[in-house]
């Protein structure tokens, strides 16, 4: 590892980038998307454009995104409802990239994203996402980052948070100030069920990241959890099983650095919970981002959903269906207050 881990205090948000939306066009936005296909609410309205506090030091908010626009939603909210903050400035057209693959909130409520190639602070002004200078990773082309969250104080430092990535394969590293990485672990083996009596198709093989991870401080004894999915020939991400599933990361032992698996539990598929209404199938697939929220955590699958999903058993059940948002990720604050599910 490089001489510094990455510390967002000390990076700060101070440059953008060299691309904004004026010059480049952006990455096209969402003009609003249609009807609540969970309420059968109208399509007239699409989504209000409000960035409020949500860019505010330790804004209590979950960040959800598509490939190029963020949006922001109160957990604590009688009725869980999205609102548009604006489009990161530095993707799409001449952009670094052209999607926002994760993003990630620290104990403060700075935000940070990833995209192919690099990491970056992000800032809410104007109704827009300015994207500060970005850090390049330093990867081959054939590696990429579908999850960013930051490793709470204690974890892998002393007195920073440290920016952590996990890719396609499974895999969670440490980026430093540099872009440089460091093999933290990865998920490990495919049991043959979750527990739950849900089987799986490819038992023995290793887990693949499907969609998303994040830490959270947890008073000083820090949870973890991911959406990861069973393949036939990892890290190849070609006959995978449609359904995602919810582990729990044991934290603490990202801090071996050992490169080993640090999945605690299995949690489970994330399937419908019985008892659900909606008309989703099955289960809900492609969870690309998630955010952790004191009992739940809130999914944002790549159709649109946005899930329920139970930290006990994976259960899930669809709170509202966003027509047109294709998610891409999610991101919460390190100290969001949680309720760690119980040992399985």
């Known amino acids: 590892m490089k001489s510094a881990l990455l510390a967002l205090v000390a990076l700060g948000l101070v440059s953008a980038c060299s691309s904004t939306t004026g010059s480049n066009g952006g ?7 249609g009807g609540d296909a969970a309420t059968g609410g109208g399509g007239g309205g699409g989504i209000t454009i409000d960035a409020g506090d949500a860019s505010a030091p330790g804004a209590q908010v979950v960040y959800a995104h598509t490939d190029t626009t ?10 869980l409802s999205l609102k548009q903050l604006g489009d990161f400035d530095c993707i799409g057209g001449t952009g670094i990239d052209t999607s926002m693959t994760d993003v ?5 409520g700075n935000l940070w994203g990833i995209s192919a190639s690099a990491v970056m602070p992000l800032a809410v002004v104007n109704k827009s996402v ?8 330093s990867k081959s082309d054939s590696v990429r980052f579908y999850a960013l969250t930051f ?5 892998l430092d002393a007195s920073k948070e440290v920016l952590v990535a996990g890719n396609t394969a499974g895999e969670l590293w440490a980026i430093d100030s540099q872009g440089g990485l460091t093999l933290l672990g990865n998920f490990g083996t495919v049991p043959s069920n979750d527990g739950n009596g849900h089987t799986f198709q490819y038992p023995g093989t290793k887990w693949e990241l499907s969609g998303d991870v994040v830490f959270l401080a947890n008073g000083g004894n820090p949870v973890g959890f991911a959406t990861v999915r069973d393949c036939q020939n990892p890290p190849s991400d070609q006959n995978c099983s449609d359904d995602d599933t919810l582990i729990e990361i044991d934290v603490p032992k990202l801090s071996t650095k050992i490169g080993g698996a640090v999945t605690k539990a299995v949690r489970g598929k994330i399937v419908k919970r019985a008892g659900c209404t909606d008309d989703v199938a099955g ?18 699958s790549r ?15 669809l709170v509202k269906q966003y027509n047109g948002a294709k998610f891409s990720g999610a991101g919460v604050t390190t100290i969001a207050p949680i309720v760690p599910p119980p040992p399985k």
């Open 104 to 108: 990630a909130v620290d104990k403060d």
């Open 130 to 137: 300015h994207c500060g200078t970005p850090i390049v990773l």
């Open 70 to 79: 963020l949006f922001s939603l109160d957990p604590k909210a009688t009725t």
């Open 303 to 317: 159709a649109g959903y946005l899930v329920d999903v139970d930290l006990v058993d994976g259960s899930g059940c």
């Open 151 to 155: 490793a709470p104080v204690g974890v």
């Open 27 to 33: 990455g096209g936005g969402m003009a609003g998307f």
């Open 283 to 300: 289960s809900y697939d492609n969870m690309y981002g998630i955010g952790a929220w004191g009992e739940k955590v809130y999914g944002f």
